[in-house]
T-cell receptor, first 113, second 106 residues
Protein backbone atom coordinates (compact mmCIF):
# COMPACT_ATOMS: atom_id res chain seq x y z
CA UNK A 1 0.00 0.00 0.00
CA UNK A 2 0.85 3.73 0.02
CA UNK A 3 2.08 3.97 -3.55
CA UNK A 4 2.98 7.33 -5.06
CA UNK A 5 3.55 7.77 -8.77
CA UNK A 6 5.73 10.68 -9.90
CA UNK A 7 6.32 11.53 -13.55
CA UNK A 8 8.47 12.10 -15.41
CA UNK A 9 11.43 10.32 -13.82
CA UNK A 10 13.87 12.49 -15.68
CA UNK A 11 13.63 15.32 -18.15
CA UNK A 12 16.08 17.43 -20.11
CA UNK A 13 14.85 20.77 -21.41
CA UNK A 14 16.19 23.86 -23.02
CA UNK A 15 16.53 26.98 -20.95
CA UNK A 16 13.37 29.09 -20.99
CA UNK A 17 10.89 26.26 -21.27
CA UNK A 18 8.37 25.20 -18.64
CA UNK A 19 8.28 21.73 -17.15
CA UNK A 20 5.38 20.05 -15.38
CA UNK A 21 5.94 17.31 -12.82
CA UNK A 22 3.01 15.17 -11.73
CA UNK A 23 2.61 13.46 -8.38
CA UNK A 24 -0.24 11.05 -7.86
CA UNK A 25 -1.19 8.86 -4.91
CA UNK A 26 -2.45 5.58 -6.27
CA UNK A 27 -4.02 3.78 -3.31
CA UNK A 28 -4.81 6.42 -0.71
CA UNK A 29 -6.15 9.95 -0.38
CA UNK A 30 -4.50 12.76 1.53
CA UNK A 31 -5.16 16.43 2.01
CA UNK A 32 -1.59 17.59 2.53
CA UNK A 33 1.40 17.03 0.35
CA UNK A 34 4.88 18.50 -0.01
CA UNK A 35 7.38 19.29 -2.73
CA UNK A 36 11.10 18.96 -2.05
CA UNK A 37 14.23 19.79 -3.99
CA UNK A 38 17.57 18.08 -3.61
CA UNK A 39 20.85 19.31 -5.05
CA UNK A 40 23.74 16.85 -5.52
CA UNK A 41 25.17 15.49 -2.29
CA UNK A 42 22.78 17.57 -0.20
CA UNK A 43 19.75 16.85 1.89
CA UNK A 44 16.15 17.37 0.81
CA UNK A 45 14.90 20.91 1.20
CA UNK A 46 11.22 21.64 1.52
CA UNK A 47 9.97 23.95 -1.22
CA UNK A 48 6.27 24.19 -0.44
CA UNK A 49 3.39 22.66 1.46
CA UNK A 50 0.14 22.18 -0.37
CA UNK A 51 -3.38 21.44 0.89
CA UNK A 52 -6.04 20.31 -1.53
CA UNK A 53 -8.21 23.21 -2.58
CA UNK A 54 -5.96 25.87 -1.06
CA UNK A 55 -3.01 27.91 -2.23
CA UNK A 56 0.37 26.39 -1.50
CA UNK A 57 2.60 27.75 1.24
CA UNK A 58 6.12 28.35 -0.03
CA UNK A 59 9.29 28.24 2.01
CA UNK A 60 11.47 31.31 2.26
CA UNK A 61 13.56 31.80 -0.85
CA UNK A 62 11.29 29.75 -3.12
CA UNK A 63 9.64 31.85 -5.83
CA UNK A 64 5.95 31.05 -6.00
CA UNK A 65 5.63 32.51 -9.50
CA UNK A 66 8.41 30.27 -10.75
CA UNK A 67 7.31 27.05 -9.08
CA UNK A 68 3.57 26.76 -9.66
CA UNK A 69 1.76 24.16 -7.61
CA UNK A 70 -1.69 22.91 -8.52
CA UNK A 71 -3.21 20.62 -5.92
CA UNK A 72 -6.26 19.59 -7.88
CA UNK A 73 -7.55 16.70 -5.76
CA UNK A 74 -6.82 14.42 -2.84
CA UNK A 75 -4.73 12.24 -5.14
CA UNK A 76 -3.08 14.59 -7.62
CA UNK A 77 -0.66 17.51 -7.42
CA UNK A 78 1.53 19.10 -10.06
CA UNK A 79 4.62 21.27 -9.87
CA UNK A 80 5.39 23.44 -12.88
CA UNK A 81 8.82 24.97 -13.18
CA UNK A 82 8.22 28.02 -15.36
CA UNK A 83 10.85 29.55 -17.62
CA UNK A 84 13.41 27.10 -16.29
CA UNK A 85 17.10 27.97 -16.21
CA UNK A 86 20.20 25.84 -15.58
CA UNK A 87 20.22 26.77 -11.89
CA UNK A 88 16.81 25.07 -11.58
CA UNK A 89 18.42 21.76 -12.47
CA UNK A 90 17.84 19.51 -9.48
CA UNK A 91 16.09 16.42 -8.17
CA UNK A 92 12.45 17.18 -7.32
CA UNK A 93 10.47 14.83 -5.12
CA UNK A 94 6.92 14.90 -3.83
CA UNK A 95 5.55 13.53 -0.59
CA UNK A 96 2.12 12.85 0.83
CA UNK A 97 1.19 13.07 4.50
CA UNK A 98 -0.78 9.95 5.35
CA UNK A 99 -1.28 11.05 8.94
CA UNK A 100 0.95 8.29 10.26
CA UNK A 101 4.00 8.84 8.12
CA UNK A 102 5.09 10.32 4.84
CA UNK A 103 5.25 8.52 1.51
CA UNK A 104 7.50 9.81 -1.24
CA UNK A 105 7.38 9.70 -5.00
CA UNK A 106 10.32 8.30 -6.93
CA UNK A 107 11.56 11.77 -7.86
CA UNK A 108 12.17 13.72 -11.04
CA UNK A 109 15.67 14.56 -12.19
CA UNK A 110 15.40 17.85 -14.05
CA UNK A 111 18.26 19.06 -16.22
CA UNK A 112 18.08 22.42 -17.96
CA UNK A 113 20.57 22.97 -20.75
CA UNK B 1 12.33 25.14 12.83
CA UNK B 2 13.69 21.87 14.11
CA UNK B 3 17.37 21.17 13.48
CA UNK B 4 18.11 17.57 12.54
CA UNK B 5 21.71 16.45 12.52
CA UNK B 6 23.07 13.06 11.58
CA UNK B 7 26.35 11.39 12.26
CA UNK B 8 28.62 10.26 10.89
CA UNK B 9 28.33 12.10 7.56
CA UNK B 10 30.23 9.35 5.74
CA UNK B 11 30.80 5.74 6.61
CA UNK B 12 32.72 2.98 4.83
CA UNK B 13 32.17 -0.59 5.96
CA UNK B 14 33.46 -3.97 5.03
CA UNK B 15 30.70 -6.31 4.02
CA UNK B 16 29.43 -8.17 7.08
CA UNK B 17 30.22 -5.41 9.55
CA UNK B 18 27.69 -3.75 11.84
CA UNK B 19 27.06 -0.04 12.14
CA UNK B 20 25.09 2.54 14.08
CA UNK B 21 23.80 5.77 12.57
CA UNK B 22 22.69 8.58 14.83
CA UNK B 23 20.07 11.30 14.41
CA UNK B 24 19.79 14.19 16.85
CA UNK B 25 16.91 16.61 16.78
CA UNK B 26 16.65 19.95 18.51
CA UNK B 27 13.03 19.95 19.70
CA UNK B 28 10.10 17.71 20.47
CA UNK B 29 8.78 15.94 17.42
CA UNK B 30 5.54 14.21 16.55
CA UNK B 31 7.10 11.74 14.19
CA UNK B 32 10.47 10.43 13.16
CA UNK B 33 11.22 8.36 10.10
CA UNK B 34 14.33 6.75 8.65
CA UNK B 35 14.81 6.53 4.90
CA UNK B 36 17.31 4.95 2.56
CA UNK B 37 17.93 6.85 -0.64
CA UNK B 38 19.13 4.53 -3.36
CA UNK B 39 21.53 5.56 -6.15
CA UNK B 40 18.56 6.47 -8.37
CA UNK B 41 17.29 8.92 -5.78
CA UNK B 42 14.28 6.99 -4.58
CA UNK B 43 13.50 7.30 -0.90
CA UNK B 44 12.67 4.01 0.72
CA UNK B 45 10.89 4.28 4.04
CA UNK B 46 12.67 2.10 6.60
CA UNK B 47 10.99 2.96 9.87
CA UNK B 48 8.24 5.15 11.22
CA UNK B 49 9.44 5.42 14.80
CA UNK B 50 8.38 8.38 16.96
CA UNK B 51 9.47 6.40 20.02
CA UNK B 52 10.59 2.96 21.10
CA UNK B 53 12.36 0.26 19.15
CA UNK B 54 11.48 -1.55 15.95
CA UNK B 55 13.23 -4.24 13.97
CA UNK B 56 12.96 -5.30 10.36
CA UNK B 57 15.38 -8.01 9.36
CA UNK B 58 18.95 -6.77 9.64
CA UNK B 59 17.79 -3.27 10.44
CA UNK B 60 16.52 -1.91 13.70
CA UNK B 61 15.83 1.55 15.04
CA UNK B 62 15.43 3.13 18.43
CA UNK B 63 14.06 6.57 19.23
CA UNK B 64 14.43 8.12 22.66
CA UNK B 65 12.12 11.08 22.28
CA UNK B 66 12.83 12.51 25.74
CA UNK B 67 16.52 12.74 24.88
CA UNK B 68 15.87 13.82 21.28
CA UNK B 69 17.78 11.22 19.36
CA UNK B 70 17.24 8.19 17.23
CA UNK B 71 19.58 5.40 16.21
CA UNK B 72 19.54 3.16 13.16
CA UNK B 73 21.37 -0.15 13.47
CA UNK B 74 22.54 -2.09 10.44
CA UNK B 75 23.82 -5.57 11.12
CA UNK B 76 25.75 -7.84 8.78
CA UNK B 77 25.94 -5.10 6.17
CA UNK B 78 25.67 -5.94 2.48
CA UNK B 79 26.78 -4.02 -0.59
CA UNK B 80 23.13 -3.33 -1.38
CA UNK B 81 22.93 -1.32 1.85
CA UNK B 82 25.07 1.37 0.22
CA UNK B 83 23.43 4.73 -0.28
CA UNK B 84 22.41 7.69 1.79
CA UNK B 85 20.42 7.30 4.98
CA UNK B 86 18.21 10.17 6.11
CA UNK B 87 16.24 10.67 9.23
CA UNK B 88 13.37 13.14 9.15
CA UNK B 89 11.42 14.63 12.00
CA UNK B 90 8.01 16.22 12.09
CA UNK B 91 7.28 19.34 14.03
CA UNK B 92 4.98 21.64 12.11
CA UNK B 93 6.57 20.33 8.95
CA UNK B 94 8.89 17.52 7.92
CA UNK B 95 12.57 18.31 8.49
CA UNK B 96 15.24 16.16 6.89
CA UNK B 97 18.56 15.47 8.50
CA UNK B 98 21.91 16.03 6.88
CA UNK B 99 22.27 12.40 5.85
CA UNK B 100 24.82 9.63 6.28
CA UNK B 101 26.46 8.32 3.12
CA UNK B 102 27.17 4.63 3.57
CA UNK B 103 29.47 2.62 1.33
CA UNK B 104 29.72 -1.12 1.90
CA UNK B 105 32.68 -2.70 0.16
CA UNK B 106 32.93 -6.41 -0.66
Amino acid sequence: GAVVSQHPSWVICKSGTSVKIECRSLDFQATTMFWYRQFPKQSLMLMATSNEGSKATYEQGVEKDKFLINHASLTLSTLTVTSAHPEDSSFYICSWDRGYGYTFGSGTRLTIV
Amino acid sequence: GIQVEQSPPDLILQEGANSTLRCNFSDSVNNLQWFHQNPWGQLINLFYIPSGTKQNGRLSATTVATERYSLLYISSSQTTDSGVYFCAATGNQFYFGTGTSLTVIP
